[in-house]
């Protein structure tokens, strides 16, 4: 997903992703990204907990309002 996201962005399409395996993620570059440390297949919130899904979402999608390229964020989410 990284290096689609800097496809888009080479054409002018500001993008932002999130990823429970920043390892891998990482080496794409993505322009914006957060990453969790939750399991995989609930990288945006354990499974019910919408509160959490609304707040990875939140601060995903906050990184549009910076410039790119930005190191990507490490949000602090655990499975409860």
């Known amino acids: 997903m990284g290096l689609i996201a800097r496809a888009l962005e080479a054409e002018g399409i500001a993008?932002?992703?999130t990823s429970w395996n920043g390892g891998r993620t990482r080496v794409t570059k993505p322009p914006r990204a957060t990453f969790t440390k939750l399991n995989r297949g609930s990288t945006m919130g354990?499974?019910?907990?919408t509160a959490q899904q609304?707040?990875?979402l939140k601060a995903t999608l906050d990184l549009l309002a910076q410039?790119?390229?930005?190191?990507?964020v490490m949000l602090d989410e655990t499975m409860e």
């Open 46 to 49: 354990a499974p019910g907990d």
């Open 15 to 17: 993008t932002t992703l």
């Open 67 to 72: 410039d790119a390229p930005i190191d990507p």
């Open 54 to 56: 609304k707040r990875i």
